[in-house]
């Protein structure tokens, strides 16, 4: 059903945020969680999404262009498996005209720049995204791999390459600030050492990576095979 949160919550689509505090706040009272548990439910939800204004942004772009961002997303994802980068590009920053929030079409938008080796671009995708979501450890991990993929690129003798390693160490370690069981980013910066011959503390690393979520596993024995 089309616009159904706004229905859910008894406004029209153009509402103000007062309009849709003031009747979450009295719809609450007429179905509150003890009388109409999953009424309140589905009130609340309607309520988080349409006073962030963000979430609400997002949620009526994919009302209006939903059927439209689907197609696409379809496009763009047949143009990667062709390794049609260019034009996967193009079709990737369509989408986040229609839905500027969405930071999956954003993030395959950075992969396309990655696989063009189109760093600066490639960076700055990154760089929205961790702005955007700061408590989101994966994005920090995202960050970190093209710096380092860039400093991989480059020829050993490159001024650049220490320096870009160490600015892809410090978005893997914000990544384990806020993920510290996740041994990756543990294993990357090992690498990046291990790329700089500084191999005591590329090893360092390793053993943290293999302690990081306090189990064994593949991840592990992969490490250890590192």
Known sequence: ???????????????SAEEVKRSYYRLVRKYSPEKAPERFKLIREAYDTLYDPKARQDYDALQQYGEEISKL?????????NEEWGAAVSIWKRIL????????????????Y???????????????????NPDEPSYYLHYGLIFQQYADSLDEDNQDKHQLFEQAREQFKKSIDLEPYNSQPYLEISRTHAEEREYDQALQWAERA????GKTDFYDFDTLFY
């Open 1 to 15: 059903m089309a616009y159904e949160l706004y229905q859910t919550l008894e406004i029209v689509p153009g509402a």
């Open 210 to 213: 293999i302690g990081a979520d």
């Open 73 to 81: 997303t379809s496009e763009a994802e047949e143009k990667m498996s």
């Open 114 to 132: 990655v696989r063009e080796q189109n760093w600066d671009n490639a960076l700055k995708v990154c760089q929205r995204l961790v702005r955007d």
């Open 97 to 112: 005209i229609l839905r500027p929030n969405a930071n999956g079409a954003r993030q395959m938008l950075g992969v396309c």
